[in-house]
Structure formats: structure tokens, C-alpha cells
């Protein structure tokens, strides 16, 4: 399969303490990859790598053909879209909101591509004119997605997206993710607590720990690992989430 993102010896650290080490891995083309493991093990620093907000100490991480030191900053953000757990909003329209990464770059949205990308994201166009104060939880996630639409990336990065949702808002999110990915071919990496959400939705799967790739394959690989440190984890003896 061809790589979307693909790291090779890839270290950060800050101060001189580790963060990651020695990430070597793929992300494929128009899947979705889920990242799991414990807090602190660097899945949001990995994410951060993904589109340039942090650069590794050393190694090399390659976006399609292209090493990502070698992109324009700008082209790179268009390239790879990602949306937050607190779904940041500025104040006003939910338009306005939409609208935002086109207008930092001198450009307007059409009403009818906004119409468009809320359709995307299940939400109704008279959406448009409500303000984000207006939104719930679960409204507010599906604009910052529509919102990481806008410049049509080939990769979007997801950090704990319904992390504070509902269990309705999160199964909502979930399709709506899979629906993005299969309607649009588009790359998803997705960082999420929940190991029954990694398995359902994820086709691959990544579990880090303490900045290391531990176990990665077919997300399936949650319900038996090889790995001892994985299946202590899945079990919920590391103090985290289980399938069971």
C-alpha cells in the first residue's frame, strides 16, 4: 500500500528529554490509522509532526513524495487539515467560522460551498447564521471538521475529537469520520482513548507507549496482541480503557 505519511527514525525531544524515539513507520493512503496508548506516551506530539507545528530532532518524515522540510508551511496546513478536542471557535457566525481559513488567505466562501461543507457534516444550512456561542458539544466538532474541509486536505489529523462528546455525539462523529474518508479518499489519523472506537473504526492501529511504537497492524490486532505491554494494556491494567 502506498504510504500517505511515512516517518523514518524519527526522535523528538525537549530540554534533552526524550518525547518520542526512533519512530519508523506508515501511514496509508486513504485509510483511517488510529494512535492509542496511555497519556503522556506522545501520540499528540506525533500528530503535531504530522503538519509541521513541531519538528523532529532527527529522521525524516515524508508526506506523499515529498520530505516535509521541503513544503511551503501554508501548502503543508491545506495539505494536512486537523481538528482539536475543544473544537476552537472565534466569536460570531458559524459562516464566519467556515470561512476563516480562506479568509487568512485573502479569499471568500461561497454561501454554497459553506451550504456544501455543512451537508458534509450532517448539519442543516440554516446553521450558517447561528453563532458558535449557539452550538452544542457535538455541533461544534462537526463545524471544526467542516471547517478542516475547506481546503480539501488529503490528510486530516484527529486529536481526541469525541473525547468529551456524548455516546450519541460520539457515534454521530464516527460515521460522519467514515463517511469523510470513503466519500473523499481522505488519509485519517485519528488519536482516541477509546479502544472499542479504535477497533470499530480504525483499519490499522498504532499503540504507543512512553514515546515508542509498540504494536501496529489491522486494528483487530486489539482484540489479541502479541505484545505483553499491549495486552496488559487492553486489559485495563495499565489504568486505561478495555475492550473487555
Not at 526512533?22 to 501511514?27: D, E, L, Q, W, Y
Request: proline share 4%; charged share 20%.
Amino acid at each position: 500500500m502506498k504510504p500517505a505519511i511515512q516517518f523514518n527514525s524519527v526522535n523528538y525531544s525537549i530540554d534533552g528529554h526524550p518525547i518520542l524515539r526512533n519512530i519508523s513507520g506508515a501511514f496509508y493512503d486513504g485509510e483511517i490509522t488510529t494512535l492509542v496508548g496511555p497519556s503522556g506516551a506522545g501520540k499528540t506530539t506525533l500528530l503535531k509532526l504530522c503538519n509541521g507545528l513541531l519538528s523532529p530532532k532527527d529522521g525524516d518524515i515524508t508526506i506523499g513524495n515529498l520530505n516535509i522540510n521541503d513544503y511551503d508551511p501554508v501548502e503543508l496546513r491545506r495539505t494536512v487539515g486537523m481538528a482539536l478536542q475543544s473544537a476552537p471557535m472565534i466569536d460570531g457566525s458559524v459562516h464566519k467560522n467556515l470561512a476563516l481559513p480562506l479568509e487568512l488567505q485573502g479569499k471568500r466562501l461561497p454561501d454554497i460551498q459553506a451550504r456544501d461543507l455543512l451537508n458534509d457534516v450532517g448539519l442543516s444550512e440554516d446553521f450558517l447564521q447561528r453563532t458558535s456561542k449557539e452550538l452544542s458539544g457535538g455541533q461544534r466538532q462537526k463545524v471544526s471538521i467542516a471547517r478542516t474541509l475547506v481546503n480539501r486536505p488529503q490528510i486530516l489529523l484527529l486529536d481526541e475529537i469525541t473525547s468529551s462528546l456524548d455516546q450519541v455525539s460520539q457515534k454521530e462523529i464516527e460515521e460522519l469520520i467514515v463517511k469523510i474518508n470513503r466519500k473523499y479518499g481522505v488519509t485519517i489519523v485519528w488519536i482516541t482513548h477509546n479502544l472499542k472506537q479504535a477497533l470499530n473504526v480504525g483499519a490499522y492501529t498504532w499503540v504507543m507507549m512512553a514515546g515508542e511504537i509498540v504494536e501496529t497492524g489491522e486494528s483487530e490486532l486489539l482484540e489479541s496482541p502479541s505484545n505483553e505491554r499491549v495486552r496488559q494494556f487492553v486489559k485495563g491494567e495499565l489504568g486505561w480503557g478495555s475492550l473487555h
